[in-house]
């Protein structure tokens, strides 16, 4: 075999479910702290279906906020800050009136490779059961504009897209 072919040495490493190393990655609601508060402490409300972003040392999170049915179900998605990942400061609010939905879901929050951020929002066709997928794009988190919206998933009479992830790797975005 030649020198410049050399085999490689590939190296497994199996640990169990009780590694130290894997216990510390596992989430423990022991440890666990609410970041945001729902509008009320009563059933059918809640702050979640979060995606959250790191950049420039801050932590950017947006989330769904919830009703119960007949009350506004996903009235709006909301976009936040953080420094610590604990204590969020609300940038801006998006009601589900000004993307032109009956109810809104989870939120995917990117940071754009070049500057800029984008955020998806799924979106239900009033009266349907269709869902739809929306883009607003801005400088910063802070500056999304429900008047600037792109329909990019539009669903049809029979397929409704909702609750986005979004990606890039290797250059190519993946959704």
Request: charge should be neutral; proline fraction near 8%; aromatic fraction near 6%.
């Given at each position: 075999?030649?020198?410049?072919?050399?085999p490689?040495?590939?190296?497994?490493?199996?640990?169990?479910?009780?590694?130290?190393?894997?216990?510390?990655?596992?989430?423990?609601?022991?440890?666990?702290?609410?970041?945001?508060?729902?509008?009320?402490?009563?059933?059918?409300?809640?702050?979640?279906?979060?995606?959250?972003?790191?950049?420039?040392?801050?932590?950017?999170?947006?989330?769904?906020?919830?009703r119960?049915?007949?009350?506004?179900?996903?009235?709006?998605?909301?976009?936040?800050?953080?420094?610590?990942?604990?204590r969020f400061?609300?940038?801006?609010?998006?009601?589900?009136e000004?993307?032109?939905?009956?109810?809104?879901?989870?939120?995917?929050?990117?940071?754009?490779?070049?500057?800029?951020?984008?955020?998806?929002?799924?979106?239900?066709?009033?009266?349907?059961?269709?869902?739809?997928?929306?883009?607003?794009?801005?400088?910063?988190?802070?500056?999304?504009?429900?008047?600037?919206?792109?329909?990019?998933l539009?669903?049809?009479?029979?397929?409704?897209?909702?609750?986005?992830?979004?990606?890039?790797?290797?250059?190519?975005?993946?959704?």
């Amino acid at each position: 075999m030649s020198e410049h072919l050399a085999p490689s040495i590939v190296e497994a490493v199996l640990i169990g479910e009780n590694d130290p190393r894997v216990l510390a990655m596992v989430p423990d609601p022991r440890r666990s702290v609410v970041a945001v508060e729902p509008e009320r402490q009563e059933p059918g409300y809640w702050a979640g279906a979060a995606s959250a972003v790191a950049s420039d040392g801050l932590i950017h999170l947006a989330y769904r906020l919830r009703r119960p049915l007949g009350h506004g179900r996903g009235h709006a998605v909301a976009i936040a800050r953080s420094r610590d990942g604990v204590r969020f400061e609300t940038l801006l609010t998006i009601p589900s009136e000004e993307m032109d939905a009956e109810s809104l879901e989870r939120p995917a929050l990117v940071r754009l490779p070049g500057g800029g951020w984008r955020i998806y929002l799924s979106c239900a066709t009033h009266g349907t059961k269709h869902w739809r997928v929306e883009m607003l794009e801005a400088a910063d988190p802070a500056g999304f504009d429900p008047r600037t919206r792109r329909v990019v998933l539009p669903g049809d009479a029979k397929t409704g897209v909702k609750d986005p992830v979004i990606m890039q790797r290797g250059g190519i975005w993946h959704l």
